[in-house]
């Protein structure tokens, strides 16, 4: 393919943004090669500043469940606009996207919008401190709840791309509150619980992973991090950035049948726009100020044009829940196609997917936690992401990534990707 403007974008770029991108994982650094440089998108296809045409896995790592450029979302955006980009009121908007967020997930009394998901994910650990009066709160080996200082300990997402093993600028005195085990071992949760006794606030996890690539929870696991928390007072936080309104209207908690005692978002309720938010049961969320004296704010948090964007994408989705059974046809008829076409291969490879969330590991083995995760073989893996970018399909540019489907991606389209990747 010519990409001969990104790469003289790329170089631009980099005298003026640190690494030329706004967000690390986009820099293709640990895949290696040129960013293409993204000019437009509608539906399930991005073009880049060549003219060359991808299909997209990334759809901006969640938000397009329902493809770009989605004609209703655009059209919101375009009338809501028309008033005025932001207050720094209050409005009623932000009463209805409330409302509707309520109808659809459970668990939720009261929900505070922010501007992303580490906002969201930050916020729910300071309440979770200021509720239970306790420091220390667990995360999972390669889970990534966003880039604040606590939780860049043993992350997921670019933390683990670029392999950073001790974030600098990180302090040791905020690491030695933030206790990390790996994923889908709840012995070692048990030990760290016993380890510190009353003095853990949260438990904070990626109900399904994507920032190691997609792993799946094993059966009755969260159930066993519920009993504990409930046993221990321990709040149990569902990051749902990447897993809510995706997997199912309730999300995970919905798909799971395991209800949270506080829920984060991001991603899908913002439609693409800057959106994030915590959730919960009222006498938690009421410690939030200004009722209570859990400081939170944000000069653009509910602001009207990354409400109406997520009311309307929320809306859709809420309306016709078939979308759900469409997508979980679409991981499957893509798992099922990609199984035949690699199992040929040299390579060996396992497949780990969840409705739309899906990931390759080229790994014998099966991977259920960051350690089988970073076992795969990351060298084939870059491979396999330039043979399929350069066939016209964009896959996140790092292996500690899942892949996303929108439902605007067709069947013809899947055979494409499959037709492609039976070429690797
Ligand atoms: P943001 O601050 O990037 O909006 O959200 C942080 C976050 C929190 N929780 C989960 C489960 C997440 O996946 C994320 C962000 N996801 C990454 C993709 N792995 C964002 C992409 C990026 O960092 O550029």
């Known amino acids: 393919m010519n990409i001969s403007s990104s790469k003289t974008l790329f170089e631009r770029a ?11 994982v986009r820099a293709f650094k640990s895949v290696g090669g040129t960013p293409v440089f993204i000019d437009s998108a509608k539906g399930a296809y991005l073009h880049d500043a060549d ?14 469940i329902l493809g770009h450029a989605h004609e209703p979302v655009i059209r919101a955006i375009e009338e809501k606009a028309a008033g005025s980009t932001s207050f720094g009121a209050p409005t009623q908007l932000e009463i209805e996207i409330a409302e509707l967020i309520k109808k659809m997930a459970p ?20 309440l979770a401190r200021g ?13 990534y709840h966003g880039h604040a200082d606590c939780f860049l300990v043993k992350a997921g997402s670019g933390v683990a791309t670029f392999n950073i093993q001790k974030v600098p600028g990180v302090t040791a005195g905020v690491a030695a509150d933030t206790l990390t085990c790996s994923y889908n071992d709840i012995a070692a949760v ?26 799946l929870p094993n059966e009755g696991y969260l159930q066993a991090l519920r009993k504990i928390c409930d046993r ?44 994030g938010a915590f959730a919960g049961r009222k006498e938690i969320m009421q410690h939030i100020a200004p009722v209570g004296a859990v400081y939170q704010a944000g000069t653009l948090s509910g602001n009207p044009l990354a409400m109406i964007a997520g009311y309307t994408l929320l809306s859709e989705l809420n309306a016709h829940p078939e979308i759900y059974e469409e997508l979980e046809k679409k991981g499957a008829y893509l798992e099922k196609g990609l199984r035949e076409v690699l199992s040929p291969k040299p390579y060996p490879f396992t497949i780990n997917r969840v ?18 995760a970073t076992a ?17 399909v964009y896959l996140p540019p790092s292996a500690f990534e899942t892949w996303f489907i929108s439902n605007a991606i067709t069947y013809q389209d899947l055979d494409r990707t499959i037709e492609a990747a039976s070429r690797f």
């Open 107 to 126: 668990g939720i009394d009261l929900i505070r919008m922010v501007s992303s998901g580490t906002e969201a994910c930050m916020s729910a650990i300071r």
């Open 355 to 372: 409705g739309s969330m899906i990931s390759v590991f080229f790994s014998a083995n099966e991977v259920c936690d960051f350690a089988g």
């Open 14 to 24: 980099q005298q003026s943004i640190p690494g030329g991108v706004n967000s690390p």
């Open 51 to 64: 003219g060359n045409k991808y299909i997209d896995f990334i759809n901006s790592w969640g938000p397009m």
């Open 376 to 392: 795969a073989n990351i060298e084939v893996f870059n491979k396999f992401f330039h043979h399929m970018l350069d066939c016209g």
């Open 131 to 143: 509720y239970t009066g306790r420091n220390k709160f667990i995360k999972f080996e390669g889970c």
């Open 190 to 215: 048990e030990s760290l619980v016993a380890a510190h006794k009353n003095e853990i606030a949260a438990i904070i996890i990626e109900p399904v992973a994507g920032n190691m690539g997609c792993v």
């Open 232 to 275: 221990e007072k321990i709040l149990l936080i569902f990051d749902e950035v990447m897993t809510g309104f995706r997997l199912a209207k309730g999300g995970a908690q919905e798909k799971f049948g395991v209800t949270a005692d506080l829920i984060t978002y991001g991603k899908i309720i913002g439609a693409g726009m800057p959106v």
